[in-house]
């Protein structure tokens, strides 16, 4: 595994995507800061000095269950912080957070050329030593505001060692391999909830997430499955 460090990149994601045939399978990019970070449907990600930026670059071979491999990420980062004392949860699809409050957001991004299939991009922040979240637009969370104190270095590694092992088996068999954890740390079942994306928007009850990844609903037309989209109580 290659690790990349800079001071300040426009995003870690845009520069694994910039370089991806550059770079080798499993690269880790990391950044202080990032000038143009962004979260998923486009939205700025707020990347002062005092966070974990980083993205993964894979390039499997086996492409059957991409969209899983974020749900792996985020859970393997709500288990490492687990281990540091936080109390820290998933919304699915992928976001880590701690009292109801954002302290991890994942973006995802598959690359193709016109040969298909190139690579796929797994960009993390995780809130670490910041203190003045006030102005990033949702209700959000750090690690120093939960008086918990780490190692960047040793954080980074923990997460990297936990989605390596689960990673293999995930890319042949699927979500199902890591369902029963998520689920542990999902405390949403028999909730209602709103979820928007850019074709729907569907209200209900959440009843389980599905060997699939999906997010299963009871509605008023009966049970739907969502495959992605902002999940709203």
């Known amino acids: 595994m290659q690790i990349l460090r800079f001071d300040v ?8 995507k910039r370089n991806c045939s550059l770079l080798a399978d499993q ?3 990391i950044a202080r800061q990032q000038t143009a970070g962004r979260g998923r449907l486009d939205r700025k990600w707020i990347s002062q000095e005092g966070g974990l930026y980083f993205s993964l670059l894979l390039k499997p071979q086996k492409t059957d269950f991409l969209p899983n491999l974020t749900q792996l990420m985020a859970l393997c980062v709500c288990e490492s912080l687990r ?11 992928n976001d880590v957070l701690v009292n109801s409050q ?3 957001g994942i973006l995802s991004e598959a690359l ?3 040969n298909g299939f190139v690579g ?4 993390v922040g995780v809130n670490i030593a910041q203190q003045d979240l006030d102005h990033v637009g949702q209700p959000a969370t750090s690690l120093a505001r939960l008086q918990i104190q780490t190692n960047e270095d040793a954080l980074l590694q923990d997460i990297l060692n936990r989605f390596f092992q689960s990673y293999e088996k995930l890319l042949q068999y699927g979500f199902e391999t890591i ?11 028999g909730k209602t909830v709103q979820i928007k994306n850019a074709a729907q928007e569907v209200t209900g009850a959440v009843q389980t997430i599905s060997p699939e990844g999906k997010l299963v609903l009871q509605t008023p037309e009966g049970f739907t499955e969502i495959s992605i989209g ?3 109580l």
């Open 9 to 16: 990149l426009d995003s870690t994601n845009a520069y694994a």
């Open 230 to 232: 902002d999940m709203m």
């Open 112 to 114: 193709f050329t016109k």
């Open 102 to 104: 954002k302290i991890c």
């Open 83 to 93: 281990g540091l004392g936080a109390e820290s949860h998933l919304k699915w699809p």
């Open 27 to 29: 690269t880790v990019i």
């Open 120 to 123: 796929l991009v797994l960009g």
């Open 179 to 189: 369902r029963g954890t998520y689920l542990q740390f999902f405390p949403y079942i």
